[in-house]
């Protein structure tokens, strides 16, 4: 009989419900604002020096659960339509992604929600919102109201889309924080200047920068910054892999 534990059992499950992403020549909404050098790697299908560990997986379904939680809550909320899980695309720039919620309500406005799981600590140590996950809303926003989305048969939205919404939840104590993000053309314009920095690496055959060292505050040396230690490319990164 094959030794039996819940840890298993649970790691087992996850491992079934993953579904790795295939490089498919695209750039990500989600990555575009991050690191690009990650960015590249993964646009290469490098194979990833640092696997995330059980419990890194645990925890990221663990959020998958809360979003389609807080969507399936929207989707019953009276007097709306919410549409989830869209696929958009700004062919232009080769960018395709997924949202999270996007919203009509009966008076002919949109609005799009993207939904971003935290532990309660990040509310007291970190600037909310995040500014890379501004910048993604924003590349979401800007398909949207260019190009519409094709699984829902959504058309261009154009000016009935002005704002969204990045709504951040702790998985621990359950604290819900809402912030607005209004549609900006400055913003649009960043998006297709980071596309054009990973275009030129990847016609060049060469690698971004690596993100630059911080200073700990505690003892003043320089160190990696912290998203390094979440990489999945981190030995390969650091250890000079061209």
Same mark, same amino acid.
């Given at each position: =009989?094959?030794?039996?534990?819940?840890?298993?059992?649970?790691?087992? /499950?996850?491992?079934?419900?993953?579904?790795?992403? +295939?490089?498919?020549? %695209?750039?990500?909404?989600?990555? !575009?604002?991050?690191?690009?050098?990650?960015?590249?790697?993964?646009?290469?299908?490098?194979?990833?020096?640092?696997? &995330?560990?059980?419990?890194?997986? @645990?925890?990221?379904?663990?959020?998958? =659960?809360?979003?389609?939680?807080?969507?399936?809550?929207?989707?019953? /909320?009276?007097?709306?339509?919410?549409?989830?899980?869209?696929?958009?695309?700004?062919?232009?720039? &080769?960018?395709?992604?997924?949202?999270?919620? #996007? +919203?009509?309500?009966?008076?002919?406005?949109?609005?799009? !929600?993207?939904? &971003?799981? *935290?532990?309660?600590?990040?509310?007291?140590?970190?600037?909310?919102?995040?500014?890379?996950?501004? &910048?993604?809303?924003? $590349?979401? =926003?800007?398909?949207?109201?260019?190009?519409?989305?094709?699984?829902?048969?959504?058309?261009?939205?154009?000016?009935?889309?002005?704002?969204? @919404? *990045?709504?951040?939840?702790?998985?621990?104590? #359950? @604290? *819900?924080?809402?912030? %607005?993000?209004?549609?900006?053309?400055? @913003?649009?314009?960043?998006?297709?200047?980071?596309?054009?920095?990973?275009?030129?690496?990847? $016609?060049?055959? %060469?690698?971004?920068?690596?993100?630059?060292?911080?200073?700990?505050?505690?003892?003043?040396?320089?160190?990696?910054?912290?998203?390094?230690? /979440?990489?999945?490319?981190?030995?390969?990164?650091?250890?000079?892999?061209?």
């Amino acid at each position: =009989m094959t030794a039996f534990s819940v840890a298993d059992a649970v790691d087992r /499950y996850v491992e079934s419900q993953e579904t790795p992403r +295939v490089p498919d020549g %695209t750039w990500h909404p989600s990555a !575009i604002f991050g690191c690009l050098r990650q960015a590249t790697y993964a646009a290469r299908g490098t194979p990833e020096s640092d696997p &995330k560990q059980p419990r890194d997986k @645990r925890i990221l379904r663990v959020g998958h =659960m809360f979003h389609e939680f807080v969507q399936r809550a929207i989707w019953a /909320y009276p007097d709306v339509t919410a549409y989830c899980e869209l696929h958009i695309a700004i062919p232009p720039l &080769k960018v395709t992604g997924s949202l999270d919620v #996007l +919203v009509e309500f009966d008076d002919g406005r949109w609005e799009l !929600i993207e939904l &971003k799981t *935290i532990n309660s600590k990040a509310f007291a140590y970190r600037d909310l919102p995040k500014e890379d996950h501004v &910048k993604q809303v924003s $590349a979401y =926003m800007a398909a949207l109201r260019e190009f519409g989305a094709e699984n829902d048969y959504i058309e261009p939205l154009h000016d009935r889309l002005q704002r969204a @919404r *990045i709504v951040y939840i702790s998985k621990d104590d #359950l @604290r *819900i924080e809402e912030f %607005t993000v209004i549609h900006s053309e400055a @913003r649009e314009v960043e998006i297709a200047e980071r596309v054009a920095v990973l275009e030129s690496h990847r $016609a060049a055959g %060469t690698l971004p920068d690596r993100l630059p060292d911080t200073v700990d505050s505690k003892t003043g040396k320089p160190r990696h910054d912290w998203r390094c230690g /979440y990489c999945v490319y981190a030995t390969t990164c650091w250890e000079g892999a061209a």
